[in-house]
Every structure is written in structure tokens, then in C-alpha cells.
């Protein structure tokens, strides 16, 4: 009766193991035909895309992008193709997308300033306070998981030497290096946090139709400006289909909100 209970056992969970490892099999199987294809679309879009073949091409990127594929280089060629095509509020909607990932993209920040011109969108910046811009290039070096993880790091090494320094002369009298491990602790997972706020926030759009900046959520309502298709703006409220937003240049004021994209990822 023992042996029989115990070779069942052995049996259900051998059979158990069996039905995982199959499961496991299914899902490696399947994550890697989703890659291959995913990779297959990538090549036929830059083979379209180099024969010039720019509608083809935006059609596989926007097939890629269906599959819920997110990524610097994938915005960037897609920012590419509409630029080619001579949609330029599209192109700087797309170069700013592949910001948003990273950042420190050069040939984003290149090709968006040439849509940004076609587009007669040119802003003006201004410069940064040194110590603000050294603060952002630090910030902006790293993805959000990677200052996540640098920060868990130094918080359990300081845990670790913090339980060892009853035992530990050496670590006793050292103060100044755990309070500077636990600071580089903190510190990280706050870059983590602030970068992860850059990469969700929602509140940039980019100006899809011309429209005129209203005074008010009305279209008879009296209009400030026109703006042209491809600025960026900042939302500020929401009122109805209506958004209030502020332009480069510190204007205020109201338009539909079926004419502008968010820049999120």
C-alpha cells in the first residue's frame, strides 16, 4: 500500500512536471516566432523604405506597431518614413515619441529640428541654468529600471554592512561610507522614479490639424493666434472635447482636442 501510494505520487508529479515543461516549451516556441516575425516585418519595412517605397513601408511599421511594439528605433523609422512623405506633423509627433524612450537620441534631436522647420514649427529654447542641465543629463543617462536597480543595489549593500559592523571594528568606525552608500541608495531610486515620471507623463501634445488658439472653449469664441500642424504644446485642463494648452512661447488659451496626439509611449 506504501509503495503503490508513493509510486502515485512520484507519477502525478512527474506527470505534473511533464505538463509545465510542455508549457514552457509552447511559450519559448511562441515568444520566438513572435520575435522572428516581429523581426521579418522590421526587415521588409527598411527594404521598403530604402526602394523608396514610403507608403508600403509606413504600412509595416504600422502593422509592428499593432502588435503593441514600443521603441526608440522603431519611432524613429516611423518619424523617417512620415518624413519622407512630407507629414511632418506626423514625423515630429514620432521623433518626439523616440525622445521620450531616450532622450540623448542625436539623430532624433537632428531630424526633428529639419521636420520642425519644414514644418514652419521652429521654437525657441531657453537655455538651461548649468547646474539644472548637468542634473537633467544625469537623470536623462539612464532608463528608469536601470537607476531602479543601481538603487537596490546600494540599499541592500548598506543593509548588509549595516548588520555586520556590530561584528565588524572596521565598519564601526566607518560611519561616513555607509551614510554615503545609503545616500547613493536613495538617490538612484529617486533618478528612477523622476525618469519614470518623463517617460508616462501625458500632458505634451503635438498639433495634428492647424487651428486657431481660442480665449475660450467656443469656436466663436475670439482666437488669440493660429497655430500650424506639428507644435508642441502643453495640456493645462480639460473641458468637454475642449483642451486648455500653452504654446513654447508662454500663450494660453483653448483647442478641440480631436486635433492634437498625446506623446506617450
Request: proline letters at 2%.
Amino acid at each position: 500500500m506504501t509503495n503503490t501510494t508513493i509510486l502515485y505520487k512520484v507519477s502525478i508529479a512527474s506527470s505534473h512536471f511533464c505538463a509545465k515543461q510542455k508549457i514552457y516549451c509552447f511559450a519559448i516556441f511562441f515568444l520566438l516566432l513572435f520575435n522572428l516575425t516581429s523581426f521579418g516585418q522590421h526587415e521588409t519595412a527598411i527594404q521598403l523604405y530604402d526602394q523608396k517605397k514610403y507608403t508600403e513601408a509606413l504600412a509595416e511599421w504600422n502593422k509592428i506597431l499593432a502588435t503593441g511594439a514600443k521603441g526608440e528605433d522603431l519611432y524613429y523609422n516611423i518619424a523617417n518614413t512620415y518624413y519622407q512623405q512630407q507629414q511632418y506633423a506626423e514625423a515630429i509627433l514620432f521623433y518626439s515619441k523616440a525622445l521620450k524612450w531616450n532622450p540623448n537620441c542625436k539623430d532624433c534631436k537632428q531630424n526633428l529640428k529639419l521636420a520642425q522647420k519644414a514644418a514652419g514649427v521652429e521654437s525657441f529654447e531657453l537655455p538651461e541654468f548649468i547646474l539644472t542641465k548637468l542634473y537633467h543629463s544625469l537623470l536623462l543617462s539612464l532608463q528608469p529600471m536601470i537607476w531602479f536597480a543601481i538603487g537596490i543595489f546600494f540599499v541592500c549593500l548598506f543593509l548588509y554592512l549595516f548588520l555586520l559592523k556590530k561584528n565588524s571594528p572596521a565598519l564601526s568606525g566607518n560611519k561616513t561610507m555607509l551614510y554615503f552608500i545609503a545616500l547613493l541608495g536613495i538617490t538612484s531610486l529617486v533618478l528612477a522614479w523622476q525618469r519614470d515620471e518623463i517617460k508616462q507623463r501625458s500632458d505634451e501634445v503635438i498639433l495634428m490639424k492647424a487651428s486657431k488658439l481660442y480665449l475660450s472653449p467656443e469656436t466663436n469664441s475670439e482666437s488669440r493666434q493660429d497655430l500650424n500642424p506639428g507644435q508642441q504644446l502643453l495640456i493645462k485642463d480639460h473641458l468637454s472635447g475642449w483642451i486648455k494648452v500653452q504654446t513654447k512661447e508662454f500663450d494660453l488659451g483653448w483647442i478641440e482636442e480631436n486635433k492634437v496626439e498625446v506623446i506617450n509611449l
